[in-house]
């Protein structure tokens, strides 16, 4: 069964500076990989999604972007960091019509 | 759009039943989830069911699905103390990246 990583486990950045969160994936071949922001009380929404290497869509204009560089490398990045960008990330993967799974997350505190 | 609902809060005694209540408004859903976040957590998928069924049990976990009423239900029986967290419903339509719409979730807090 597959395993995620995700760190940092928890970020205090301050507003303007950049951001990269990474996210790897074990135990399997060309997984869908996701990033979700859920806001402090609140649900999950969906920022970003690859179906493979160099391929991202993105559900939401925002202040973010994603990459993935390698098939079970799933990174998150802002060039300034907004006050509004603060909350938990999630990383999650799945097989093609397969259940989402997800890593720990990252709590993000912007300052 | 589609969307899904879910009260906010339950509160059961350690023991009892405990039941999650979900609607959602996307008639092609084919599948439907629930997850489990404790604080400070990721989400663990607990089960899920597919759109031509009605029920699924597993150990304490019964999912109930009226598709119909577009209504999911999530019962935990003997709710335990460890049982204490939040309870995200999803559901999802057809598509090669599973593309999920969760609930904003329910947390259970259970009390002795």
Not at chain 2, 66 to 89: E, M, P, V, W
Request: charged share 15%.
């Amino acid at each position: 069964s597959q395993t995620i990583h995700q760190w940092p486990a928890t970020l205090v950045q301050p507003v303007g500076s950049p951001l990269s969160l990474e996210c790897t994936v074990e135990g399997t071949s060309n997984p869908n990989l996701y990033w979700y922001r859920q806001a402090a009380g609140r649900g999950l929404q969906l920022l970003f999604y690859s179906v493979g290497i160099g391929q991202i869509s993105s559900e939401v204009p925002q202040n973010l972007s994603a990459s993935r560089p390698q098939d079970r490398q799933f990174i998150l990045s802002s060039k300034k960091l907004l006050l509004s960008d603060s909350g938990f990330y999630l990383c999650a993967c799945s097989g093609e019509n397969q259940p989402q799974h997800f890593g720990d997350g990252t709590r993000l505190s912007i300052l | 759009g589609e969307d899904v609902e879910q009260s906010l809060f339950l509160s059961v005694r350690e023991g009892d039943s405990s039941v999650i209540n979900c609607t959602y408004t996307d008639s092609s859903s084919t599948y439907l989830y629930w997850y489990k976040q404790e604080p400070g957590a990721g989400l663990q998928l607990l089960t899920y069911i597919f759109s031509n069924m009605d029920m699924k049990q597993d150990q304490r976990l019964t999912v109930l699905l009226n598709k119909k009423d577009k209504h999911l239900s999530l019962r935990i029986a003997d709710t335990q103390t460890g049982d204490s967290a939040i309870y995200f419903c999803a559901e999802s339509s057809t598509g090669g990246y599973n593309k999920l719409i969760f609930g904003a979730g329910t947390r259970l807090a259970v009390h002795p």
